[in-house]
């Protein structure tokens, strides 16, 4: 620990608001006084920058409680400076800011997990409103019809605010200019619904991008290529091969599977049965496919292999017609280069069927292929987490339909233990510790719209969410009230979007060209295969 303390002289940690108590801990140390073991910071070494208002890493341990009480030793050892002001937002934002979240970011009595709002004070001054309601005017009772409602609202909105010619503060040059897309943010909690406001905004054109997530291996062609790669790899997953076939690769329905199993057929590629007559040719024909590709998959290595099953299949051409086919290819050949990664680590085509089966059910974190490049003019989609830190000249706060969540199973207990509630049971504490607990997650959630609302430089809009029945509290009721006083854009008045023909909805049955392999083919296919 001391020859830490001499070779750190001066320690300046920066975001302090978002360590966890581990961290907090050592930095503690390290900024001791000579000698000591105890956390007692040495005058002038230790220099922390942070924010409580903008504490949102809760599910990474980080705790806004330490924040404060680590300020309160330093303020014993130095002193503590307030920067309030913001160069980032005018003059209209930031009133409006103050006066939304002065209400909501309070000291509690029970606790230190959210500090006392200190006003923010704008250095630029602005023209006009900057901060805007648009009121849908909808009837929707259900979620998922408003976010389909709101999606198509915001679309419309972002054509229509992009040709009016506003205009607002580069951010590199620093001078007034017309609006451009690569200027607007569509800011949300977490990509639940994001297709709502992603269609909308492929049928106006808009060019846009999704920042961060967890959507490239939720995708339902990256998830028919798992499929398929892994029951070329093992034939005997039967749910593996189901999916297959029911997926657009082969394209059989729930109808023809049900008919050909009814008629005595078997889905066992290796040794199929295939009834004869009743149209089941087509089995056949993607039996033999997949007994040939599980035979060289070996041989071929995962990148040929792929590639052969999406020429044969046609997968390519049916997933360019179908909604959304750009994105749809650049993902397909995204997985083809993950491939030749594994290829050119000499790794087995197993080894890569099995990482790409388990990247779905992990939840692995990794963006779509972008169809346009990050430099380009487009619309910026992303999480409060992913827009921390940035700023853009104008934000959309969208999806505030989302509700509350509740405590989850395991939560933290009184004396340091978990408190539980699982199947029904509940240990004695978890009652009073889910109270405390929902606090905490309702303070962080006002500090994550708090963050979101200051990324806006010119302009802020919020969608205006109706109530909708029942249940837990939505995101937006914590706005609501502020955003009687904004200004208020009505649907009505906003041009509506081109309407074009559509994408092709009728998917084409898929001719495969293989012939049934030889009985030295299917002998060998059998064969262990390597690990």
Avoid at 49 to 72: H, N, T
Avoid at 176 to 199: C, L
Avoid at 434 to 439: A, G, L, N, P, V
Wanted: hydrophobic share 40%; with cysteine.
């Amino acid at each position: 620990l001391e020859t830490l303390r001499r070779r750190f002289r001066y320690i300046l940690v920066d975001e302090f608001q978002d360590t966890d108590p581990l961290q907090a801990g050592i930095i503690m140390l390290l900024a001791g006084r000579p000698g000591s073991s105890g956390v007692d910071p040495e005058p002038g070494r230790l220099f922390l920058v942070g924010d409580p208002k903008q504490s949102i890493y809760r599910f990474r341990g980080a705790d806004v409680e330490i924040y404060e009480l680590v300020k309160e030793a330093v303020a014993g050892a130095g002193s503590i400076l307030r920067i309030t002001q913001n160069f980032r937002s005018v003059q209209g934002i930031i009133d409006w800011v103050n006066g939304a979240f002065a209400g909501l970011i309070r000291k509690p009595d029970d606790g230190r997990y959210m500090p006392e709002y200190e006003p923010v004070h704008a250095m630029r001054k602005g023209e006009g409103p900057a901060v805007f309601s648009l009121d849908l005017e909808t009837e929707a009772t259900r979620s998922g019809d408003f976010r389909r409602e709101e999606g198509e609202a915001v679309a419309r909105y972002i054509r229509d605010l992009v040709g009016s010619g506003r205009e607002v503060l580069d951010p590199v040059t620093r001078e007034e200019r017309p609006v451009r897309f690569g200027d607007i943010a569509m800011i949300y909690r977490s990509t639940t619904g994001i297709e709502n406001y992603e269609d909308p905004l492929r049928e106006a054109g808009i060019p846009y991008l999704v920042e961060g997530g967890k959507l490239y291996y939720s995708r339902q062609e990256v998830r028919d290529i798992s499929n398929a790669v892994w029951v070329i790899e093992d034939p005997f997953d039967s749910a593996a091969l189901l999916a297959v076939l029911r997926s657009p690769i082969f394209g059989f329905s729930d109808e023809e599977i049900f008919l050909f199993s009814r008629a005595g057929g078997r889905l066992d590629y290796l040794e199929p049965r295939v009834p004869e007559g009743g149209g089941f040719e087509h089995f056949r024909e993607a039996f033999c496919l997949l007994s040939r590709l599980h035979t060289g998959r070996n041989a071929e290595g995962p990148v040929s292999t792929l590639r052969e099953l999406l020429a044969r299949t046609g997968y390519l051409s049916t997933s360019k017609i179908r909604v959304h086919g750009e994105q749809r290819i650049l993902n397909l050949r995204k997985a083809i280069q993950t491939a030749r990664v594994f290829e050119e680590k000499m790794l087995s085509f197993r080894h890569y069927a099995r990482w790409m089966r388990d990247q779905d059910i992990l939840g692995a974190a990794e963006g779509e292929s972008p169809a346009i490049d990050e430099g380009e003019n487009a619309v910026r989609m992303i999480t409060i987490h992913k827009a921390k830190g940035l700023q853009f000249p104008v934000v959309i706060l969208v999806n505030l339909v989302q509700a509350m969540r509740g405590p989850d199973k395991f939560i933290p207990g009184g004396d340091g233990l978990p408190a539980m509630n699982v199947s029904g049971r509940r240990t004695s504490d978890y009652a009073v510790a889910s109270i405390r607990e929902e606090s905490m997650d309702t303070a962080e959630t006002v500090r994550m719209l708090y963050v979101a609302a200051t990324r806006a430089g010119d302009l802020l809009v919020v969608p205006r969410v109706p109530a909708l029945g029942r249940g837990r509290p939505k995101l937006y009721g914590f706005l609501a009230d502020a955003l009687a006083d904004a200004g208020r854009i009505l649907l009505r008045d906003l041009p509506a979007l081109p309407s074009g023909e559509g994408p092709f909805t009728v998917m084409p049955r898929i001719c495969l060209l293989y012939t049934s392999p030889s009985p030295r083919d299917r002998t060998r296919s059998r064969m262990p295969s390597s690990a």
